[in-house]
C-alpha cells in the first residue's frame, strides 16, 4: 500500500467523517453540572453518594453508575501501564516488526498527546484521561524498537516523528497558548487520526492476510479498555468528542484483534518461509547448506503447513 493509497484513504474519511463528526460536536453538552464539582471522597465515591452509602441507600440518584465509572476509570488507568508489553514482548522476542505499520503507533502518540491535553483544557477528572500518557510512553518503547529491527527508516523521518510528537505535546499542554477553536480543531484532527491510525494497518492485514508481530492481547486489550473509557464518557464528561473518538476506537481495534485471530496459522506459514529464505542465502554465500538436516526439516515443515506434500 503505497502513500498515495494512503492519501485517498485519510481523505475518504474526511469527507465522510468530518461534517457529521462537526455538526454533532456543535450539539455535544460540555458543561459542568454542580453534581459533577462536588468533591469525591477515597477516590470513587462523589460526596453525596458517599454520604448515602454510608445511610445504605444505595440507590441515591445516579450514585451507582458514577461509582461504576470511577472504578473503570481508575482501572483503565492502571491496565493501560501494561497493555503494550505484549507487543514489547512479541517484537523482541521475534526480533523484527514484521506485518506492523509504525505509522500506526506514530498517529497513536499524537492521539494520545491531543485527547490527554483536551482533558487537562476541559478540567476533567484524571480518571477520564490517565491512561493517555501511559500509552505513551509504552509506544516510545514500540516505536524504538521497530526502528531499531526494522532498518527501513533513515535518521531524517525519525527526526521528524519525534521533533513533531514533542513539539505538539509542549505546545498542547500549556494550555494558555491554545485559543478554544484550535481545540475544536485539534479533536476534529484526532478522530481522523484513529481512522487513519488503523485503517491501513487493517487493509494491509487483509490483502496479505498476514498480521506479522501484531498481539491479539494488545489489541483486544484496547477494545475493552476503549469500551469501558466510553462508558466513563457517557457518565462524566458528556463530551461528544471524547465519545465519538473512543467509540470509533473500539471497533476498530477489535477489528484487528479478530483479524490477528483469523490469519494465525498463516503467520507461521510466513516465518517458515522466511526461514528457508535465510538457509538458502546462506548455502549460496557458502557454496554449501551449513545444516542439510535442519535445511531439509525446514522445508518439510513449510510443506506440510502449506497443505502440500512432503518430497
Given at each position: ?141 514500540v516505536i524504538a524498537l521497530l526502528w531499531l529491527y526494522g532498518n527501513k527508516t533513515s ?57 506479522g508481530e501484531l498481539s491479539s492481547i494488545m489489541f483486544l486489550a484496547n477494545a475493552l ?5 466510553t462508558y466513563t464518557f457517557i457518565k462524566e464528561t458528556q463530551d461528544v468528542y471524547n ?69
Amino acid at each position: 500500500m503505497n502513500f498515495n493509497r494512503h492519501s485517498i484513504l485519510f481523505f475518504l474519511v474526511v469527507l465522510l467523517f468530518g461534517p457529521v463528526y462537526a455538526e454533532a460536536a456543535t450539539e455535544g453538552n460540555t458543561s459542568i453540572s454542580d453534581e459533577d464539582e462536588l468533591e469525591y471522597k477515597l477516590l470513587f465515591f462523589r460526596e453525596d453518594c458517599y454520604n448515602e452509602f454510608l445511610d445504605l441507600n444505595f440507590f441515591y440518584k445516579d450514585c451507582i453508575s458514577i461509582t461504576i465509572s470511577k472504578g473503570l476509570g481508575y482501572g483503565i488507568i492502571l491496565g493501560a501501564m501494561l497493555v503494550k508489553f505484549p507487543q514489547i514482548y512479541n517484537i523482541l522476542k521475534a526480533r523484527s516488526g514484521r506485518g506492523i505499520l509504525p505509522s500506526m503507533f506514530y498517529m497513536e502518540c499524537f492521539m494520545f498527546i491531543i485527547n490527554g491535553c483536551y482533558n487537562i483544557h476541559l478540567s476533567s477528572p484524571f480518571s477520564v484521561y490517565g491512561e493517555n500518557f501511559a500509552l505513551l510512553i509504552q509506544n516510545f518503547v514500540v516505536i524504538a524498537l521497530l526502528w531499531l529491527y526494522g532498518n527501513k527508516t533513515s535518521n531524517v523521518p525519525k527526526a521528524i516523528v519525534t521533533l513533531s510528537i514533542f513539539g505538539t505535546f509542549s505546545f498542547l499542554y500549556f494550555d494558555a497558548l491554545v485559543p478554544d477553536f484550535m481545540w475544536k480543531l485539534f479533536m476534529d484532527i484526532q478522530i481522523l487520526m484513529v481512522a487513519y491510525s488503523r485503517l491501513p494497518q487493517i487493509l494491509a492485514n487483509f490483502r496479505s492476510k498476514f498480521t506479522g508481530e501484531l498481539s491479539s492481547i494488545m489489541f483486544l486489550a484496547n477494545a475493552l479498555g476503549n469500551l469501558a473509557r466510553t462508558y466513563t464518557f457517557i457518565k462524566e464528561t458528556q463530551d461528544v468528542y471524547n465519545m465519538f473518538t473512543s467509540g470509533l476506537s473500539t471497533l476498530l481495534n477489535f477489528t484487528i484483534f479478530l483479524q490477528v485471530l483469523i490469519y494465525w496459522k498463516n503467520n507461521q506459514v510466513y516465518k517458515n518461509r522466511i526461514e528457508v529464505k535465510d538457509l538458502e542465502s546462506q548455502s549460496n554465500e557458502s557454496g554449501r547448506t551449513s545444516n542439510p538436516e535442519e535445511f531439509t526439516k525446514k522445508v518439510e515443515v513449510l510443506e506440510v503447513s502449506e497443505g502440500r506434500p512432503s518430497l
